[in-house]
């Protein structure tokens, strides 16, 4: 299995995702700036969705010591393997309601590293992340979408970062949901994460990736490229 080199509480800077990349500039603004993650979105319903053929694109344009990271809500075996087989890539991010039983069968069918998201709005929803950590390479910890919410993620919403402040998992995870250039810093700071995501945070409109903020969001998670 391939595998993502991860600090694990390692002193220096956070690592950071950009997800919902579209296009080569501002894969290559997030590349510059420092990112250690990159993601494409499979999901028809996301303003962020590319094509196969788009992502495949984009993911020869990512240097060596950047993972390139597949984002799928509840996927088909086969559009899995259409994905995994053109485009090159490093970990699956799993964002639907997959469960553990799953998260294990596509990890050890498709060969890859599998990051689960896990939706957070209360302390209800922690247990949960002791579930996946038995199958997942790597945790997400996201905002739960609201009830009947077109999308499951990349709504741009917080949860409340305290539920999980001085927490300590066994396995790699990252802070997602509503993050921005303007609250990273504190996130971070609060919760002690080692590794943040952020989409909509460092858009100009729902889809289209702004660059300024992209690299605003780096440095202020106090990234130095
Ligand atoms: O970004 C999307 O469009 C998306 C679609 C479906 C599932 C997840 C999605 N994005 C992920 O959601 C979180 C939080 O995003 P945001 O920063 O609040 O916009 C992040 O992990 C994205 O990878």
Redesign the pocket.
């Known amino acids: 299995m391939a595998t993502v080199a991860i600090d694990r509480g390692a002193p220096g800077a956070p690592r950071v995702k950009i ?2 990349l579209r296009d080569a500039e501002t894969l290559s603004a997030a590349v510059a700036a420092g990112a250690r993650y990159v ?1 494409f ?1 499979f ?1 028809a319903k ?3 969705s590319v094509s196969i053929a788009q992502a495949r694109d984009l993911a020869l344009e990512v240097p060596p010591g950047v993972a390139k990271v597949a ?1 799928v ?1 509840n996927p088909a075996d086969e559009d899995l393997s259409a994905i995994c087989d053109a485009v090159p890539l490093d970990m699956l ?1 799993l ?1 639907g309601s997959e469960t553990p039983e799953r998260v294990a069968e596509i990890r050890a069918r498709f060969g890859l590293p599998v990051m689960k ?1 896990v939706g957070v709005a209360g302390p209800e929803d922690l247990p949960a992340i002791a579930r996946y950590e038995e199958v997942a390479d790597q945790i ?1 910890l ?1 905002a739960k979408a609201p009830k009947g919410a077109p ?7 917080a949860f409340d970062w305290r539920l999980i402040a001085g927490r300590n998992w066994t396995k790699p995870w990252m802070l ?4 921005t250039p303007e609250n990273v810093a504190e996130a971070i700071r609060l919760t002690g994460a080692r590794q943040v ?5 460092v858009e100009s409109a729902p889809g289209v990736k702004d660059a300024g903020r992209i690299a605003r969001f780096l440095n202020a998670a106090g990234v130095t490229a």
């Not at 997602?176 to 993050?179: D, K, R, S, V």
């Not at 995501?197 to 945070?201: A, C, N």
């Open positions: 997800c919902g993601g979105v999901f996301s303003p962020r984002l809500v991010q964002h998201a997400l996201d999308l499951p993620g990349g709504n741009g919403l997602a949901g509503g993050l995501d952020v989409s909509s945070g």
